[in-house]
């Protein structure tokens, strides 16, 4: 018979079980059960379709070279529009918290059109604009400027609505201090608001660059489809269906998938990294 545990000693540390917040464990294994179902368990089925032929067929299918030159064309404009949408989206969001202006309400009101309009309406409307008979003259059909339109149209809303708030929350009496000891707007900018801004800025941009990753709609016209110069990865995935390979397809899926979720944890990495830093600061 084994000894009794002798006063003041620890047992097993159960504390990473101990549920907390006001929804309790039901509330917790609701959310997890319809998680499960809409995300986790579908993702689970395409990354087993993707095995379906082994690791060997897995391995055939992501490194040929159509695959490859899509999946360098996806991530390459998605780049491009990452870094367009962090420049733009963050003056966009600067004009319409610190200026006022006529339709700045119908203004804040277009940001969010992307959200609620159908994407392939949009590579329509571009295809119009910039296609083959372009009222503009400008010719961007498939070509990757062409791409880059439509992509920055889907994706402008995240960091426009991941800085608008930040900003509006920042001190402002700091800036007027800092510009009535001399420094200039854009020293003003750099050294006090952009460290402010930086994390939604960051966020945003990650955002788009995996929102772009996928996209399909807004490219399928504009983007004219054409392999190992304008194919986007969602174009290839569609076209190994059509053409019955849905191993090479769903392969192609889960390193979208894998390179949208590396991207979404650095962000979420990084946010952590910024918050505890602010702790500490305070």
Known sequence: MGKPAAAGSRGPNWSWLRVTGSVGPLGIATAVLWLSIIVLLPLAALTV????????????????????????????????????????????????????????????????????????????????????????????????????????????????????????????????????????????????VLPTLTPAIVSGGGLAFARALGEYGSVVLIGGNIPRETQMASQYIQQQIEIDRPVAAAAISVVLLAIAFVSLLVLRLFAERTARKEQEAR
């Open 49 to 192: 379709s993707a095995f379906d032929e082994g690791w060997a067929g897995f391995w055939d299918a992501v490194t040929s070279p159509v695959a490859l030159a899509s999946l360098r064309v996806t991530v390459f404009v998605s780049v491009i529009v990452a870094l367009i949408n962090v420049v733009m989206g963050t003056l966009i969001a600067w004009v319409l918290v610190r200026d006022d202006f006529p339709g700045k309400g119908a203004v804040n009101a277009l940001i969010d059109l992307p959200f609620a309009l159908p994407t392939i309406v949009a590579s329509i409307v571009l295809l119009s604009l910039y296609g083959p008979e372009s009222p503009l003259d400008i010719h961007l059909n498939a070509t990757q400027p062409g791409l880059v339109v439509a992509l920055a149209f889907v994706t402008l809303p995240f960091v426009v609505r991941s800085v608008q708030p930040v900003l509006i929350e920042v001190d402002k009496e700091v800036e007027q201090a800092a510009l009535s000891l001399g420094a200039d707007n854009w020293t003003t900018f750099r050294s006090i």
